[in-house]
């Protein structure tokens, strides 16, 4: 399409036809025809109708994708019972909705993002959850030695301000601190290039953990291109923040009650020896091996 643009010999009409097609088939974008809404009279009426059109094809598409996929899968999470596969699920879904070759999900804990699970599909690599594959890279600090806050990290930096950020190549970016990914590239031979990053925020407006993305790729051509903007993610990851969130809570409950459990019987076994310790036969007992103590001590 994009040498169709360049070469005169091809019509407004044929153009238009070209686009109608890539229509069709989910491949149109709007500089298709950009440089053709210049054009007067019925030609540039004709663009801005397709442009309506394409626009119109896209909000029922993604529609569609939320009936079929987000919502039986939002349903699926809120009843997974094993928080392992309920994080490797997220990571997965998030994968196959935005086609990227990899993913990385971080949970917030004391001030840092600990990794929980990691997916590289060209690597095979799959580590944390139900994997059994320990993940060894320490959490990610959310501030530094002197309280200052960590931007420089874009998975930090997402989690303090609480926004989503996209970068069409790490390696070009400026602002942020790639050398850790830099490193797992020289390593293992990969080459991180798009990226996104977006928090997961509970009801109560507050962030619980990071979903970063890496290397969305065109499902034609496998070539890695930048994340688009996507309602079916940010849809999917709605609900799996609210599943997360309420497993989360859940367990909180869970400990607090068997924190109470335990304050309780040691009270309660407190409360025991009390009564046992007041009473005169254990006085007798104990005066009596005072004294047998001192007769030994004598000897």
């Given at each position: 399409m994009k040498e169709s643009n360049?070469?005169?010999?091809?019509?407004?009409?044929?153009?238009?036809?070209?686009?109608?097609?890539?229509?069709?088939?989910?491949?149109?974008?709007?500089?298709l025809l950009r440089d053709l809404e210049t054009e007067n009279?019925?030609?540039?009426?004709?663009?801005?109708?397709?442009?309506?059109?394409?626009?119109?094809?896209?909000?029922?598409?993604n529609q569609l994708r939320l009936l079929r996929r987000v919502i039986p899968v939002g349903v699926a999470l809120s009843a997974e019972k094993d928080f392992n596969r309920l994080l490797e699920t997220l990571v997965a879904e998030a994968q196959t909705v935005t086609r990227a070759d990899a993913g990385t999900l971080y949970l917030l804990e004391e001030n840092t993002l600990k990794f929980v699970?990691?997916?590289?599909?060209?690597l095979e690599l799959a580590m944390g959850g139900t994997s059994g594959n320990k993940i060894s890279f320490p959490p990610v600090r959310l501030y530094t030695d002197d309280g200052n806050e960590n931007r420089a990290n874009v998975a930090s930096h997402v989690a303090l301000t609480h926004q989503l950020i996209r970068i069409a190549d790490a390696y070009e970016a400026e602002g942020f601190d790639f050398s850790g990914t830099k490193s797992f590239d020289a390593q293992t031979g990969y080459r991180s290039k798009s990226f996104l990053a977006m928090p997961l925020i509970n009801v109560e407006g507050k962030v619980i953990g990071v979903l970063q993305l890496i290397n969305a790729q065109n499902p034609e051509t496998g070539e890695v291109i930048p994340f688009a903007d996507d309602d079916v993610l940010e849809s999917l990851v709605l609900l799996a923040t609210a599943a997360l969130d309420g497993y989360i809570r859940e367990e909180s409950l869970r400990r607090e009650i068997a924190q109470l459990k335990i304050e309780i019987d040691e009270t309660r076994r407190a409360r025991q020896v009390a009564e046992i310790t007041d009473t005169a036969y254990f006085k007798n007992l104990k005066s009596q091996a005072v004294q047998l103590r001192e007769k030994r001590s004598k000897k």
């Open positions: 360049n070469d005169k010999s091809i019509t407004p009409l044929q153009r238009i036809m070209d686009a109608v097609h890539a229509l069709e088939t989910g491949n149109y974008t709007p500089d009279g019925d030609m540039r009426q004709l663009v801005h109708t397709l442009e309506a059109m394409a626009r119109s094809v896209t909000l029922r598409d699970i990691l997916r590289n599909t060209s």
